[in-house]
């Protein structure tokens, strides 16, 4: 596969991944995630002067593009963390109100019942 091949899959799969996170998509994320660390590897191994100027722009997009995608997940991932956090306080102040031996009313009525 030539470089511009390369850069050009690279470049799809890091749209794709933006499109995944808009769609809240994360199992084709993931997905695209190994496709895209493969085209990187892929990449790193060709020599510098195989890469033209045009693929080094299209690679600077891809950057760019691609930076912007890590800043969504990973503004995705902080207010998961607020909502999971607001879902916990939510079950301590549950757990709070409860009251010991708030049943033992309805335990007695039964008593008085048996007799």
Known sequence: MTAGELVARLLDAIE???AALEA???ARFD????RRDELVAALGRLDASAVADEDRARLEQAGALHARALAVAARLRQETAEELG???RG?????????????????????DQLR
Do not use: E, K
């Not at 997905?31 to 190994?34: I, R």
């Open 16 to 18: 794709g991944q933006a």
């Open 24 to 26: 809240d998509d994360f």
């Open 86 to 88: 607001s879902l916990r």
């Open 91 to 111: 079950a301590t102040a549950i757990h709070s109100y409860a009251r010991p031996g708030a049943n033992l009313a309805h335990q007695s009525l039964r008593l």
């Open 31 to 34: 997905a695209l995630s190994d």
